[in-house]
């Protein structure tokens, strides 16, 4: 029932752009704060940005700070990541995922994820 499917991903070349969408269904998109999260091969999953659930703030890992933007559309249950000035360190499988604001217990949810890669 709960879907978060991820979409826009593929291979671009160093200092390219890509623009990644995850849309929402089965749930209260509005009530929930929205995060893209990211794997690389051999390492951990780490969030790279998050918003709340209003869009009121947003946050960013350091390493992707001022070159990513996360962004949302609650009329659209979508969640965007507008990724500038890629690099190869970058490449990895991307994921959406969705946490009711009041916490995890009233919602937890992962999408499938989409693979980036950066290369020339």
């Known amino acids: 029932q709960v879907q978060l499917v991820e979409s826009g991903g593929g291979l671009v070349q160093p200092g390219g752009s890509l623009r990644l969408s995850c849309a929402a269904s089965?749930?209260?998109?509005?009530?929930?704060?929205m995060s893209w999260y990211r794997q690389a091969p051999g390492k951990e999953r780490d969030m790279v940005a998050r918003?709340?659930?209003?869009?009121?703030?947003?946050n960013y890992a350091d390493s992707v700070k001022g070159r990513f933007t996360i962004s949302r559309d609650n009329a659209k249950n979508t969640v965007y990541l507008q990724m500038n000035s890629l690099k190869p360190e970058d490449t990895a499988v991307y994921y959406c995922?969705?946490?009711?604001?009041?916490?995890?217990?009233?919602?937890?949810?992962w999408g499938q994820g989409t693979q980036v890669t950066v290369s020339s």
């Open positions: 089965g749930f209260t998109f509005r009530s929930y704060r």
């Open positions: 918003i709340t659930s209003n869009g009121g703030s947003t």
């Open positions: 995922n969705a946490v009711h604001y009041r916490g995890s217990a009233l919602g937890d949810y």
